[in-house]
């Protein structure tokens, strides 16, 4: 229980402080929702108005156009602002921090318990 006490207390200083910034990240992501929603909403329009419903000029072709290209990156910005998380660190960045700290831990756990029996309760766990 103190490992795990352990663990948890170094999580919580290593990664706590980053919590600050949530509430700004998501309020970014929000407004950046919003701002490229319309952007996205109006360009969509003007993009079906001019090659679907026919308004393009009668020389322009759809093929060499730069329009679908600008119309996939507008799709990937938003993309990309739909996935922002509301903490700046992953579930990669705790699984490093807990064996980090964990490495030096392992020579005394494997003095109070066999190998066996923590390579059982480990898969236990898992399992």
Known sequence: MEIIGG??????????PLFVFSPR???AKRT?????????????????????????????????????????????????????KPF???????IQIVVVTLIPIAPLLLTMISLEELIKKLLGAIF
């Open 88 to 94: 700046p660190f992953g579930r990669d960045t705790v």
């Open 25 to 27: 990240i998501m309020l």
């Open 32 to 84: 950046g929702l919003r701002e490229y929603g319309v952007l996205a909403s109006r360009y969509v329009k003007e993009f079906d108005l001019k090659w679907v419903r026919g308004g393009a000029a009668g020389d322009e072709q759809l093929i060499g156009s730069g329009d679908i290209q600008s119309l996939a990156d507008l799709a990937n910005s938003f993309q990309v602002i739909r996935e922002i």
């Open 7 to 16: 663990v948890m207390f170094v999580l919580l200083i290593m990664l706590g």
